[in-house]
């Protein structure tokens, strides 16, 4: 098993995740190699919560082609893990100090 820091990389923040966070519902993205309980475990970790779900998805990289010289390359393909947390547990993910 990893470190709960290997595992969770950084917090997807987008218009629909954000609408997610309402719900209880946080987007993260995830070590290629982490699994659903893995993921798990680093959330309750890290953050002190309780995760009643976790779904999982890899997000394949797209082909882009640079605009001045023509190469072709591909953006990253990540993996991206779905939390939903029990009950009324937060995550403040912007939090003031």
């Known amino acids: 098993m990893k470190a709960a820091e290997q595992v969770l990389l950084r917090p997807v923040i987008s218009e ?3 609408g997610l966070m309402d719900r209880g519902v946080y987007v993260f ?3 290629r190699d982490a699994t659903k309980v893995d993921v798990r475990t680093a959330v309750e970790r890290i953050f002190g919560v309780r995760v009643a ?3 999982t998805l ?3 990289g797209k082909q ?3 605009r001045r010289t ?3 390359g ?3 393909t990540v993996k991206r893990a ?3 947390l029990a009950g009324g547990d937060r995550i403040d993910l912007f939090e003031q100090s």
Do not use: D, F, L, Q
């Open 16 to 18: 629909k995740t954000y």
């Open 29 to 31: 993205e995830v070590a």
């Open 53 to 55: 779900k976790v779904n």
């Open 58 to 60: 890899v997000r394949k």
């Open 64 to 66: 882009r082609r640079n």
């Open 70 to 72: 023509g190469v072709v």
């Open 74 to 76: 591909r953006t990253p």
């Open 82 to 84: 779905v939390v939903s």
